[in-house]
T-cell receptor, first 115, second 110 residues
Framework: DTEVTQTPKHLVMGMTNKKSLKCEQH?????MYWYKQKAKKPPELMFV???????INESVPSRFSPECPNSSLLNLHLHALQPEDSALYLC??????????????FGPGTRLTVT | SQQGEEDPQALSIQEGENATMNCSYK?????LQWYRQNSGRGLVHLIL?????REKHSGRLRVTLDTSKKSSSLLITASRAADTASYFC??????????FGAGTILRVKS
């Protein structure tokens, strides 16, 4: 199984809502990532989990809260978002301890709209 | 932060023609990777070339890396309509980061 799955595919939420994005992989990868991608722009790294521990936080606002319950699952909890947070949120995974010298496998993304 | 600059920003060719995209970067790297993204979807890894390699092939793809010029190119031969997508180079740095370039939008007309 070489697939990274993400749910939901689409999400519309108000600025006072709390929601979560979910990501799952069963490739035995030990590093998982959250990226944010705005239209016509490249993906921007948000968080990296390596062996279920947060290893990189790219100065992301606290209204985004990542969680890695186990080696296969990655969540992104959302609270009090702003309309400018509307974007495609991509999850990815890679083998090993999340070094930058390995290919990453991406999920299809969650299209988030904040109203 | 964006490391790679890609050229051209957009490319439109006829089916059967070759497509060449270029990527330049600023700092020393461990590897350089190319990804494809179909409209609004996830990225698909195409090829990884390490800093001690100069050329790599995968099917209709050919990637070159010139570390002295800090540049790479992706050649897609005999393009197909299904190759229509955005193509991103990404530089691999130590410490778990992959940094993406701005991307090239390729349109292959049938």
């Amino acid at each position: 199984d070489t697939e990274v799955t993400q749910t939901p595919k689409h999400l519309v939420m108000g600025m006072t809502n709390k929601k979560s994005l979910k990501c799952e992989q069963h490739m035995g990868h030990r590093a998982m990532y959250w990226y944010k991608q705005k239209a016509k722009k490249p993906p921007e790294l948000m968080f990296v989990y390596s062996y279920e521990k947060l290893s990189i936080n790219e100065s992301v606002p606290s209204r985004f809260s990542p969680e890695c319950p186990n080696s296969s699952l990655l969540n992104l909890h959302l609270h009090a978002l702003q309309p400018e947070d509307s974007a495609l949120y991509l999850c990815a995974s890679s083998q090993g301890a999340g070094t930058g010298n390995l290919e990453q496998y991406f999920g299809p993304g969650t299209r988030l709209t904040v109203t | 932060s964006q490391q790679g600059e890609e050229d051209p920003q957009a490319l439109s060719i006829q089916e059967g023609e070759n497509a060449t995209m270029n990527c330049s970067y600023k700092t020393s790297i461990n590897n350089l990777q190319w990804y494809r993204q179909n409209s609004g979807r996830g990225l698909v890894h195409l090829i990884l070339i390490r800093s001690n390699e100069r050329e790599k092939h995968s099917g209709r793809l050919r990637v070159t890396l010139d570390t002295s010029k800090k540049s790479s190119s992706l050649l897609i031969t005999a393009s197909r309509a299904a190759d229509t997508a955005s193509y991103f180079c990404a530089t691999g740095e130590y410490g778990n980061k992959l940094v993406f370039g701005a991307g090239t939008i390729l349109r292959v007309k049938s």
